[in-house]
């Protein structure tokens, strides 16, 4: 079962048509949504809101997720389902691997993006069908609907719906996960959404029930005290701007983050205040972790965020929104990054 569906209008790869994929998804079988480490809100929106659909057309579904997520993630419609791999909950996920008829891999274009769930898929021999939005990927799936144009996965998946006329099963919880999916990914649907049709798709799931105010406020007005006053900290005492190369980062050693008990998910969007800056085209947040650096980057216009990361700091991700990780001090992540900054200055510089 090596077909692929594909579409001309949004140069998928197809041999399966449309209608035949509705056939095969009219048949009820068990499926098994995984999504990438650090899910994000597209992650686990796009996966919600297909086991929502899903579900409603008859089929068996679970969703898994390689660790957990944050708290401004949880009140999704159907979170309390989810199986987390950190969680001690290895066996269990090994036995939906292992008695699913189908795996959708959403929102990500590698299989090393699985963390602890990646051998797991390996070495699951099932039927794949992968939903993304990542450039570059290598197709690891035996189908495939990816579109790098789109600004999330949450809207392939509603397109991927549409497309096999099944917009009739999407509910309000699927349209709640799917847009607060798209809100995400478009930092509230400011940044990746500058093409008309994104908000076609935003008005029909409003129009299906979803209250885009409310998904607004749960992601973005739910913060602790303690996460606003760690980004106050970060932007007054640890941002560092190096204008000759029209770059700003932030780095948070694990004693700053534990000093403003830090949990998990309060950094998140720390990376894009440094844009605000008038000449700012590159943005960098380092977070320490136990066993690494982690990174995320942000960029504007054409300086390619993602071949940075993935040349340097073992990552990847889209044009202006990559992460990345570094094996080893905060001091040692920082001075390579300030190290390897000069190959790019002509692009950086040159950037608006
Ligand atoms: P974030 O900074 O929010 O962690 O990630 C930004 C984007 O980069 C997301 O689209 C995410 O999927 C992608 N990304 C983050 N970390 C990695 C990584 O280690 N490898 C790859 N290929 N993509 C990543
Ligand atoms: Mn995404």
Redesign the pocket.
Known sequence: MQNKITDRKLSLNTELGWSEAREEFLKPCKILIIT?K?P?G??VGSALGLKWILGRIGHTVNVAIPDDSPLFLKWLPGHNEIVVNDRKMTADISTLFNECDLIICA????P??LGGLEPLYRESGKRTLLIDH?PNGDPFTGYNFIDPTKGSTSELVYLFIEKMNFAEHIGVEAATCLLAGIMT?TVGLKVNCSYPEVFETVAALMRIGADKDRIYHEIYNTHSANRMRLLGYSLSKNMKILPEYKTAYIALTISELNSYHHRKGDT?GF?NYPLAIAGIVFSV?FTEQNDHI?????STGDFPA?KF??KYF?????LN?????FPGTMKEAVDRFESVLDEYKELLTSNR
């Open positions: 990438h650090n994000d597209d992650a929102d990500f274009n590698t090393e993006r990542h990914d998140e990376v947040l982690k990174l995320s980057l942000r993602n990361a993935q073992l990552g990847g991700g889209h929104a990559a992460g990345g990780r």
